[in-house]
């Protein structure tokens, strides 16, 4: 079955670019499904970050639009989150995850990758 | 942007016990894009249902969704101890952004 797994630096100084990559195995990444990053401060709740299908079409979250760029790379199988400028503020957990194109809902999550914005 | 209150912030209930968790949204939702998620502590979120009702594969069926418009509900029949988690709504309309409630806490009285 479809597994995601996170991978990326668990640190990141302030100013600086957080980057991320989810790795898509036990499937194809070129499939009818959008593929998502969610991220979750320590103690709070979920936030929805962006999407991507295989083609390079995105959704970005408006709050978070300038700053963000997702990427796929169909030859790895895989998509990337790049978030600049980051703060304190952006540290969180972030997950990738699969939204199911019939159900519509996020029905495949990565175990989740921490980071953490300090100098 | 859809936003999501979910009521109450903790309950507090014993195993064998039902649950009724809340939803609300500020406008409505279509069924077909309303989830629950439950999220334990370490672990990532994982979907209970969709479209407002529809189980996700493997899930027990003491856990049913339903509702419509703006007022949405996540019932759990007969608690387990594996039950006692945080629970989230989520909308997924026809366009981002997708909005997550703010979770209920579950927890064992």
């Known amino acids: 079955q479809v597994q995601l797994q996170e991978s990326g630096p668990g640190l990141v100084k302030p100013s600086g670019t957080l980057s991320l990559t989810c790795a898509v195995s036990g499937g194809s990444i070129s499939t009818s499904n959008w593929w998502s990053w969610v991220r979750q401060p320590p103690g709070k709740g979920l936030e929805w970050i962006g999407e991507?299908?295989?083609?390079?079409?995105?959704n970005y979250n408006s709050s978070l639009k300038s700053r963000v760029i997702i990427s796929v790379d169909k030859s790895k199988n895989q998509f990337s989150l790049k978030l600049s400028s980051v703060t304190a503020a952006d540290t969180a957990v972030y997950y990738c995850?699969?939204?199911?194109?019939?159900?519509?809902?996020?029905?495949?999550w990565g175990q989740g990758t921490m980071v953490t914005v300090s100098s | 942007e859809i936003v999501l209150t979910q009521s109450p912030g903790t309950l507090s209930l014993s195993p064998g016990e039902r649950a009724t968790l809340s939803c609300r949204a500020s406008q409505s939702v279509s069924s077909s894009y309303l989830a629950w998620y439950q999220q334990k502590p370490g672990q990532a979120p994982r979907l209970l249902v969709s479209?407002?009702?529809i189980r996700a594969t493997g899930i027990p069926d003491r856990f049913s969704g339903s509702g419509s418009g703006t007022d949405f509900t996540l019932t759990i029949s007969r608690l387990e101890p594996e039950d006692f988690a945080v629970y989230y709504c989520q909308q997924y309309g026809n366009s981002p952004p997708y909005t997550f409630g703010q979770g209920t806490k579950l927890e064992i009285k």
């Open positions: 991507i299908y295989h083609s390079g079409s995105t």
């Open positions: 995850a699969r939204r199911n194109w019939v159900s519509h809902a996020f029905d495949i």
């Open positions: 479209g407002s009702s």
